[in-house]
């Protein structure tokens, strides 16, 4: 074997090792990036009379230290905690607004029973009768502040859903990219693996997870994407972006859609998301929130408000006011909202008006209404129960509500969404003009008297809410249901970033730069450099003095 040749192989590899240990040195804090590591092997050896001796050594390829079980492990545990994150974000937001007990609906409502039974001490005193007409607009102001709050929690993670679906739909282009560029480099050279390009397709992947969690496959060196049951969002080349838009259903929430491919032409259509299939990242956590959190708050605000405002609208008309007039409304209580999905082929209008007895039937729910061709089905959702089936929907009662058709011819498959209450918060409203208005007297004891004032008092204690419950412990109810979301989440993220933390560590122990050992590496190619530099220069000294002999 020849001696400079040996030297030469020894050279090469010894440049393949600080070119690799030089690359990981640089990329040590670039974000995916994964260590790479030179494999060499002998080169053989060559037969003689005297023996095998060795051909040096040959650099074989330079791949990554790289798990896919610790990478997807990884990526799994990011995608949690992102989630658990942006819930936590939002729920934060509203204890933070429920926390302090001495202010909100709570405190105002008893504020407003101390004022009925001021007047009900003194009905004719106008000093008294003017501060409960006050305590009653406090009452309507602390109810719209929490449902414009809450209101405008729903836009803000309208806007959320928006940005994260146009993140999502780039980082899918860029895999796609990097799918293509794979695929290029495999073709020019198919026996070693692009590395940078992997860990760059693979960052990408792991920073969409941070937004949804996905599903990947991978196959002739593309990876093909899909979410939730499997609605396929890049196959191979092929991208099918998702589109945000508002719900068929509920036009007030933004909904994500897929694109689906039809016929033979490239024809697609939009098809609404199963958002409970979206089980992570950041936009998991914020439908998770809306539809756990965030509507079951409206709606149980929208409940003590309506039950109270229509309890004491009915208290209050069982009396005579200081003019000895039978009493009015004290306050304006919005009806429910009877929205047709945006896909119905029939045009039947359908509204819905409170019984005079509501206060204690409605409950804290929507209602799902379908008709079938024949029947009608009206569905309470808070439990899936079905408390209707028939005909017509004309004058039915549900929940406290009488429902009424308008007009129009419905179709099969049509469907209407009823909202109770949820809405009532933010557009509840004072009625009275006049603290004269108060009707403190019942109709037996004339104006002087206060016993329908007394009557009114005694709704502060009674289970006006679907017979279970007060006003106080309902809200009280919200307010710790709410606590203990945060409180439960905030341990979830503690658990998680744990496991997250381990995760990282174990990944890393494999596929992260270490400068200590890189610096080793690199010493030692330097030196494996230098003496094979000697080898060569042995080998130019003996043929020199070989060729002097001549």
Avoid: C
């Amino acid at each position: 074997m020849n001696l400079a040749k040996l030297g030469l192989t020894a050279l090469n590899t010894a440049q393949a090792r600080l070119t690799t240990t030089s690359h990981n040195i640089n990329n040590y804090d670039t974000a995916g990036y994964t260590r790479q590591e030179t494999l060499i092997s002998t080169a053989g050896a060559s037969s003689s009379g005297t023996g095998f001796f060795g051909r040096g050594v040959a650099v074989e390829t330079v791949r990554r230290a790289y798990s896919s079980f610790l990478n997807s492990q990884l990526v799994n545990n990011e995608s949690k905690g992102a989630l658990l994150a942006a819930y936590g974000g939002q729920i934060s937001q509203i204890n933070n607004v429920l926390a302090d007990r001495t202010v909100g609906i709570g405190p105002s409502i008893q504020s407003f029973f101390d004022g009925v039974n001021a007047v009900a001490s003194n009905p004719a005193d106008p000093a008294s009768r003017q501060e409960l007409l006050g305590r009653t607009q406090t009452v309507v102001t602390q109810f719209n502040e929490l449902g414009h709050f809450l209101d405008q929690q729903r836009g803000e993670i309208n806007s959320q859903i928006d940005n994260s679906v146009i993140s999502i739909n780039a980082h899918l282009s860029r895999i796609s990219q990097l799918n293509q560029q794979i695929v290029q480099a495999k073709g020019v050279n198919p026996n070693h693996e692009p590395n940078d390009l992997l860990d760059q397709r693979d960052y990408e992947i792991s920073q969409l997870n941070q937004i949804v969690n996905v599903n990947v496959v991978e196959q002739d060196n593309q990876v093909s994407i899909s979410v939730g049951n499997g609605q396929q969002l890049l196959t191979q080349n092929k991208i099918y972006p998702l589109t945000t838009g508002p719900s068929a259903e509920n036009p007030k929430n933004t909904v994500v859609y897929a694109t689906i491919p039809v016929g033979r032409q490239g024809e697609v259509v939009k098809v609404e998301l199963d958002e409970t299939k979206i089980t992570g990242g950041s936009l998991g956590g914020l439908l998770k929130y809306r539809r756990e959190s965030l509507e079951v708050e409206q709606r149980e605000v929208g409940q003590l408000a309506t039950a109270f405002a229509l309890s004491m609208n009915e208290a209050n008309a069982k009396g005579l006011d200081l003019k000895g007039e039978p009493g009015q409304a004290f306050f304006n209580v919005p009806a429910p909202i009877a929205t047709a999905n945006s896909q119905n082929v029939g045009n039947v209008n359908l509204t819905a008006s409170f019984q005079s007895d509501a206060a204690g039937k409605i409950q804290a729910s929507d209602y799902a209404i379908y008709f079938d061709g024949n029947n009608y089905t009206v569905t309470r959702e808070s439990d899936n129960h079905i408390i209707h089936t028939g005909t017509t929907l004309d004058g039915v009662a549900v929940d406290g509500m009488q429902l009424k058709m308008e007009g129009g011819v419905p179709s099969a498959g049509d469907r209407w969404a009823l909202s109770a209450v949820a809405h009532s918060p933010v557009q509840i409203s004072v009625a009275m003009t006049s603290a004269d208005q108060i009707a403190a007297a019942d109709a037996e004891g004339g104006v002087a008297n206060g016993n329908n004032a007394l009557d009114m008092a005694k709704l502060q204690s009674n289970k006006v809410l679907g017979g279970t419950k007060t006003f106080n412990e309902s809200f009280s109810q919200i307010v710790n249901r709410v606590g203990v979301q945060a409180q439960q989440n905030e341990f979830m993220i503690a658990s998680q970033n744990a496991l997250t933390k381990q995760s990282y560590s174990s990944q890393q122990a494999l596929s992260g730069v270490n400068l200590n050992e890189e610096y080793i590496k690199l010493e030692a190619a330097q030196e494996m450099f230098l003496v094979a530099s000697r080898i060569i220069e042995v080998s130019s000294v003996l043929m020199d003095t070989i060729l002097s002999l001549k």
